[in-house]
């Protein structure tokens, strides 16, 4: 590939794309917005910045559970992006690196390979798991590592995926059906059961779970310091809310010194043990009726099918990124649930490489002389010579790894 590359990171969540040569990728939310104030009126990515009223949104997504099923509103998301208002490009005259999710459907990439050759005409494509340039990226930060387990964390759900030389291992990964948007919902319901209804705010109370929530080292230690009153209750916070006309976004403060000052105009929410209990769920989804294991198990779990040589490689490179990776105190609860199930005979490292993760590595998969062999592009003219089957087999075939 030559310097004329896009990288695009399609999340569910958030469209983050840029040109190889960029440092950082542009951010914008994968989601059309409509405002009960200016119902006529639909807001595309940077647009929301227009919107005076931000209570009520209603958005309309191109992604459900973690796939693509509404291509109509991902294709003004897409025009949007490569249009003057993010990209300015032609891309006719550019390359593509994009990311999908991990065993994506076949209708759903071959419905993309359709789209960006024969619509938007990129002069070749190069499709892979969000994870695996994710593990492009550790690997260019780390070159003796020879394997990774990335722990995806985002909109929908949670994977966790063990590479070796950035090929995933398919038989040991692992799906948790918690993310981001899962979170924010049982926010908006507990904080609706006991204070205010907020069941249609949920961009202001996606916004509170951003600034309040935390995830807690002692789970119980903490519910006993939400039990006390006064100032001996640390963890209690103030989160006033905003009002659109002066600020457009909350801020948080301590409930201790707020009392009493509270103007007649402000809204405030009293967190205590929801500020810890809602990311809590990422580690016993059981609390909220989701048969399945917490991050720390699956972790154990997925290296446990991998084969034994691989272990000590796999638990001594784990990799946070994405979205609910992000809470303070993520890491370290990690790194000591991992420590505590893990062989002793085995050194137990966490890297936390943020949400911007598979976009640094897609920019490195741009370079030919830093990305891994086997990912090879398909050029405009060999899809047109062989369809989809020449991007099964460089897409699928060659990026999954097999003893």
């Not at 990171?9 to 440092?23: E, M």
């Not at 490009?89 to 593509?96: N, S």
């Not at 979170?183 to 996606?206: A, C, F, G, W």
């Amino acid at each position: 590939m030559d310097t004329k590359c896009v990288v695009l990171d399609n999340g569910a969540y958030a469209l983050k794309s840029g040109l190889s040569v960029d440092k950082d990728p542009k951010i914008i939310p994968n989601s059309i917005t409509r405002s009960k104030s200016e119902r006529r009126r639909n807001f595309i990515g940077n647009e929301l910045d227009e919107c005076k009223d931000l209570s009520g949104l209603y958005y309309l997504l191109p992604c459900q559970k973690g796939y693509l099923v509404n291509w109509d509103i991902q294709r003004k998301l897409w025009d949007y992006v490569f249009g003057n208002d993010v990209l300015g490009i032609r891309t006719q005259d550019y390359h593509l690196v994009l990311t999908e999710p991990i065993f994506n459907f076949p209708s759903i990439q071959d419905t993309l390979n359709e789209i960006f050759f024969e619509e938007y005409k990129f002069k070749s494509l190069l499709r892979a798991p969000a994870p695996s340039f994710s593990s492009v990226n550790h690997s260019q930060a780390h070159p003796d590592s020879l394997c990774c387990l990335v722990v995806d964390s985002g909109y929908s759900f949670t994977h966790v995926v063990p590479y070796y030389r950035s090929k995933f291992i398919p038989d040991a990964v692992l799906r948790l059906d918690v993310g981001g948007k899962l979170l924010t919902n049982y926010l908006k319901e507990i904080v609706s059961y006991r204070q205010l209804h907020v069941l249609d705010e949920t961009y202001v109370i996606n916004q509170v779970k951003e600034d309040m929530c935390y995830v807690t080292q002692d789970f119980y230690g903490d519910m006993a310091v939400c039990k006390k009153r006064g100032s001996a209750n640390t963890i209690l916070r103030e989160y006033v809310l905003p009002d659109f006309t002066t600020r457009r976004r909350g801020f948080t403060c301590e409930a201790a010194t707020k009392a009493g000052h509270q103007s007649s105009d402000e809204q405030c929410l009293r967190l205590a043990n929801e500020r810890f209990s809602v990311p809590e769920i990422l580690f016993h989804p059981s609390d909220v009726g989701i048969d399945q294991m917490g991050i720390a198990e699956c972790i154990v779990q997925s290296i446990s099918k991998t084969p034994p040589e691989m272990h000590p490689h796999l638990y001594s490179n784990i990799v946070l990124t994405g979205g609910s990776t992000c809470f303070p105190g993520f890491y370290k609860r990690v790194l000591s649930e991992v420590r505590k199930l893990a062989p002793d005979v085995f050194d137990v490292q966490v890297y936390s490489d943020g949400v911007n993760s598979a976009w640094y590595g897609g920019r490195l998969a741009t370079n030919p002389h830093k990305r891994p062999k086997h990912f090879v592009a398909v050029s405009l003219a060999e899809y047109k010579e062989h369809g989809h089957s020449i991007c099964h087999r460089q897409f699928t075939d060659l990026q999954t790894w097999t003893p």
